[in-house]
C-alpha cells in the first residue's frame, strides 16, 4: 500500500484504541500520535501486530499494535489462556509459570499476565521476584504445568521488553502451538475482549521452594569435582549487567565449590535502565569492560557475564601475553563440547547412544569434535526452541549431552529446555579449574582443540534497517541473494546452497536435493571449496538482517594462532567483499 493507505489504515486502528477499554494514559498517548503531522511514530506504533518469531513476542514499549504495553501482553496471554482451555479440556486444573526479568515493566506485566490467567480459571505459580529464564522451563518442567512465560527481551536495548510462550515440556512454544496461539490472539480485537481481573485463589507465589531444586539439579551437571577442589580459590569475577543472574549465579558457583568469586558492585544493581552499560548484551565487549577492569584489580583468572535474563554468558580471560580477551560464542560451544567429551570418555559414560546439537549457523568444527569422537551431532534452525525440539523427539532413545549455539547460549542438562546461563558461568568456572588442573590456561586449551581440530573463525555482522520501510528493505536483499546467488566467495567457488525456505540445497552443477528439516525458514546459506560457509538471514526478533561467515585458515601448533587469526580475517574481508557488505 502507498503511504496514504498506510496512514488511513493506522489511523483506524489507532482510533480504536481511543474507547473506554483501554485506560486513559494510554487514549493519551495516542491522541498525540494522531495529532502529531509526522505520523512516522504513528506508523510505527501500529503498523502491524507483534508476533511470536524465534525469541516469542518482543518489542518497544509503548502504546499501539506494535508495541509491548498491558494490551499487546494482554491479548498474548488471553488468547493463549483460550488456547490451554481448549487443548487440555480433560486437565481437571490447568497451571502455568509465570516469572520476569529485570526489565521495566516486567513485574507489572508479569502480575498482569498472572491476573489474566487466572481469571480465565487456570492455575497460576507466579515467582516472587525476578529469576532467570532457564528456571522458568524447569519450573514448568518440574510443576508439571502445561504452559508458562517469561516476560523478557534478553539482551536488547533498555527500550525493549518481550515475552516468551513455553508448553509443557519447558521448551519455547514451536508450531502447531505457535500458530494456534497466534490465531486465538487475534480473535481479540479490543481490550474488552481481555479478562484482567484475577482470581486471587489460583495465585500462587513461589520462590525458594524452586531455587533450590533447580540449583540442586545444575550441581549434578559437574563432571570434575575434584579439579575444583583442588582450585576452589581461583578468582572469578561475575557480573549479572543489572540482570537476574544476580539471584542465582553465584550461589550455584559457591556450591559447585568455587570460593572467591568477585563481584561488580555497580552491575549487581537490579535495573531495567541497564545504567552501567550502552547495551546489556555480552556479545558486545563494552558489557564486560568493567568486570574486566575489576579482574585486572583484583589478579583474577577468568571474567564471565549474563544477559538480562540469565540465559546466555559472554567470558573472557588471559592470553598468554597475560591481555584479557573475549571468548566468543563459537569458542565457548567448542569448549564446552570438547569438556564434556574429554570427561565422558575419561569417566567411560560413552556408550554410543550419545548426541549433541547446534544451530545451523554455529561453527561446523564442532561437527568435527562430535565426528571424531562417534558422537552424533544434529543441526537445527537458530533460536533455542529447535535444540529442545531435538531433545524432546530423542528423548527416551538417546542420551543428549549437550548443545549451544553461535549466539552465546549453552545447555548442558536436559532438565532444563532452553539455554541456561546458570549451569553454563559453572560448567566453564569448572573447564578453567580442569585445564588449570592440567597446566594449562583456558586460552591455552583453546588452542590446542584448535591444532587437534583445525582453526576456524567466524563472523557475524547485522545490519540494522529499523521500521517498516527496513523491513521492507530486508525482504529486498533476502531476495536478491535468493534470484542471484554468489558463484564464488574470496576466490572460492560456491560447491553448493542451502535455501531453508524453500528446503532445497543446489550444488555447483545445478542439481537439487531436498533438506530434511521440521518447517521452512528464511535462511540462506553458501559452502565454498575452501571450506568457508556464509549463512545469511533476517532477524526473528529485531529490524536486521544477519550474515555469519565463517573461515578456515591452517594452524599446526599455538605459535600458529595469531597467524592463523590473521589469515582468517584476511579471507573474511574478502568474502564481505564477495557479498558487497
Excluded at 5 to 20: C, D, H, M, N, R
Amino acid at each position: 500500500m502507498d503511504n496514504q493507505e498506510l496512514i488511513k489504515y493506522v489511523t483506524g486502528k489507532a482510533q480504536s484504541w481511543l474507547s473506554p477499554a483501554y485506560d486513559a494514559e494510554t487514549q493519551a498517548k495516542v491522541r498525540l500520535m494522531l495529532d502529531n503531522e509526522d505520523k512516522t511514530e504513528l506508523i510505527e506504533s501500529f503498523y502491524k501486530d507483534l508476533e511470536f518469531g524465534t525469541g516469542g513476542l518482543r518489542g518497544i514499549m509503548g502504546a499501539g499494535t506494535n508495541r509491548m504495553n498491558i494490551y499487546t501482553v494482554g491479548a498474548a496471554t488471553q488468547g493463549l489462556s483460550n488456547y490451554l482451555n481448549a487443548n487440555f479440556k480433560d486437565i481437571a486444573q490447568p497451571s502455568v509459570v509465570v516469572g520476569h526479568d529485570c526489565r521495566n515493566n516486567s513485574r507489572r506485566f508479569a502480575e498482569i499476565s498472572a491476573n489474566i490467567f487466572s481469571a480465565n480459571g487456570i492455575k497460576v505459580y507466579l515467582f516472587e521476584a525476578l529469576r532467570p529464564t532457564p528456571e522458568i522451563s524447569y519450573a514448568i518442567r518440574r510443576l508439571g504445568c502445561q504452559s508458562g512465560i517469561i516476560l523478557t527481551a534478553s539482551h536488547n536495548p533498555k527500550e525493549y521488553n518481550g515475552y516468551k510462550a513455553y508448553w509443557d515440556d519447558g521448551a519455547q512454544v514451536l508450531a502447531p502451538h505457535d500458530k494456534g496461539i497466534i490465531a486465538e490472539v487475534q480473535k481479540i480485537t479490543s481490550a474488552s475482549d481481555i479478562r484482567f481481573e484475577g482470581r486471587a485463589s489460583l495465585i500462587q507465589i513461589i520462590g525458594e521452594d524452586i531455587d533450590k531444586p533447580y540449583l540442586d539439579a545444575v550441581k549434578t551437571v559437574s563432571l570434575d569435582p575434584e579439579a575444583i577442589k583442588r582450585h576452589h580459590g581461583m578468582k572469578i569475577v561475575y557480573t549479572p549487567i543489572h540482570g537476574t543472574g544476580v539471584t542465582l549465579i553465584p550461589r550455584a558457583l559457591n556450591m559447585w565449590g568455587f570460593t572467591d568469586i568477585i563481584h561488580v558492585p555497580e552491575q549487581d544493581v537490579t535495573s531495567g535502565d541497564f545504567p552501567t552499560v550502552k547495551s546489556p548484551n555480552p556479545e558486545e565487549p563494552a558489557a564486560l569492560s568493567m568486570a574486566i577492569e575489576r579482574a585486572k584489580a583484583t589478579n583474577a583468572e577468568l571474567v564471565m557475564a549474563s544477559d538480562p535474563d540469565a540465559d546466555r554468558v559472554g567470558i573472557a580471560c588471559k592470553d598468554d601475553k597475560g591481555e584479557w580477551v573475549l571468548i566468543n560464542g563459537n569458542q565457548t560451544c567448542l569448549i564446552y563440547l570438547y569438556y564434556i567429551l574429554t570427561q565422558y570418555k575419561a569417566l567411560g559414560k560413552i556408550h554410543g547412544d550419545e548426541f549433541c546439537v547446534k544451530t545451523i549457523v554455529t561453527t561446523e568444527l564442532i561437527k568435527k569434535i562430535a565426528g571424531k569422537n562417534n558422537i552424533e551431532m544434529l543441526d537445527c534452525y537458530t533460536g533455542f526452541k529447535w535444540i529442545a525440539r531435538e531433545i524432546r523427539l530423542l528423548e527416551g532413545k538417546k542420551r543428549y549431552i549437550g548443545g549451544g549455539e553461535e549466539s552465546y547460549g549453552f545447555l548442558a542438562e536436559d532438565f532444563v529446555r532452553d539455554k541456561d546461563a546458570v549451569s553454563a558461568c559453572c560448567l566453564i568456572a569448572e573447564i578453567a579449574a580442569w585445564a588449570k588442573d592440567n597446566g594449562k590456561t583456558l586460552h591455552q586449551l583453546l588452542k590446542d582443540i584448535y591444532v587437534e581440530y583445525g582453526f576456524s573463525k567466524e563472523k557475524g555482522i547485522s545490519i540494522v534497517k529499523p521500521g517498516k520501510s527496513g523491513a521492507d528493505e530486508i525482504k529486498q536483499m533476502m531476495a536478491g541473494f535468493r534470484t542471484n546467488p554468489p558463484e564464488e566467495l574470496a576466490g572460492s567457488k560456491i560447491i553448493y546452497r542451502k535455501d531453508f525456505l524453500s528446503l532445497k540445497q543446489t550444488n555447483a552443477s545445478g542439481e537439487v536435493s531436498g533438506l530434511d528439516m521440521p518447517d521452512t525458514s528464511d535462511v540462506l546459506q553458501y559452502f565454498t571449496e575452501d571450506g568457508s560457509k556464509v549463512s545469511v538471514r533476517p532477524s526473528g526478533t529485531e529490524p536486521k538482517i544477519k550474515f555469519y561467515i565463517e573461515v578456515q585458515s591452517p594452524m599446526s601448533s599455538r605459535d600458529g594462532y595469531e597467524s592463523a587469526n590473521i589469515n582468517a580475517d584476511e579471507k573474511i574481508k574478502a568474502v564481505m567483499r564477495s557479498l558487497g557488505i
